[in-house]
């Protein structure tokens, strides 16, 4: 892993699972309708267990839990009605197969957040404004994150997001 460091990019280790939900949970409490957040890992690498955290700290009305199998589950968080699209395109074999789900609509939705697991699997459907989040397996519990933020608005997000989870 190469660190990247500027204003636009952030890496950091997990100790642990619970480490990696608190990450996301802060990271969560930030996003607002329209972020999307990209997360890109091999199997295991802690893409469900970031998106659990993000969940909670956006404040879903329920755990998410892995979409593999159903591709795209929404949930929505009670204090506003507001709308989390939680994607996994594990199963999607490129860009032309993801279109058939109607993800340019989801993707592009101003009121909803949109958290997509295997984001690189359908890579030109990704909008060029986006926090893109690589995973890595490091050992047993820990795992290396690449933050990379594209566009104004994800680059204030890692902003805020840097501040609140590190002070810096």
């Known amino acids: 892993m190469v660190p990247i460091l500027n204003e636009h990019s952030l890496d950091f280790v997990s100790r642990s699972p619970e480490q990696t939900r608190r990450l996301g949970a802060r990271l969560g409490d930030l996003l607002r309708g329209g972020d999307v957040i990209c997360l890109e890992g091999v199997l295991g690498a802690g893409k469900t267990c970031l998106a659990q955290g993000i969940g909670r700290g956006w404040g879903a009305g329920q755990p998410l839990i892995s979409p593999t199998f159903v591709l795209v589950r929404e949930y929505t968080r009670p204090a506003d009605q507001a709308t989390?699209?939680?994607?996994?395109?594990?199963?999607?074999?490129?860009?032309?197969?993801?279109?058939?789900?109607?993800?340019?609509?989801?993707?592009?939705?101003?009121?909803?957040?949109?958290?997509?697991?295997?984001?690189?699997?359908?890579?030109?459907?990704?909008?060029?404004?986006?926090?893109?989040?690589?995973?890595?397996?490091?050992?047993?519990?820990?795992r290396t994150m690449q933050f990379n933020a594209q566009g104004e608005r994800h680059g204030e997000l890692l902003d805020a997001f840097r501040q609140d989870a590190f002070g810096a």
Do not use: K
Not at 96 to 118: F, I, N, R, S, Y
């Open 84 to 142: 989390l699209h939680h994607i996994d395109l594990y199963r999607i074999s490129g860009d032309d197969e993801a279109l058939t789900l109607g993800l340019v609509e989801v993707l592009g939705d101003p009121a909803a957040v949109c958290v997509v697991e295997w984001a690189e699997r359908a890579p030109s459907l990704m909008p060029a404004n986006r926090l893109w989040i690589h995973l890595e397996f490091t050992d047993q519990t820990s």
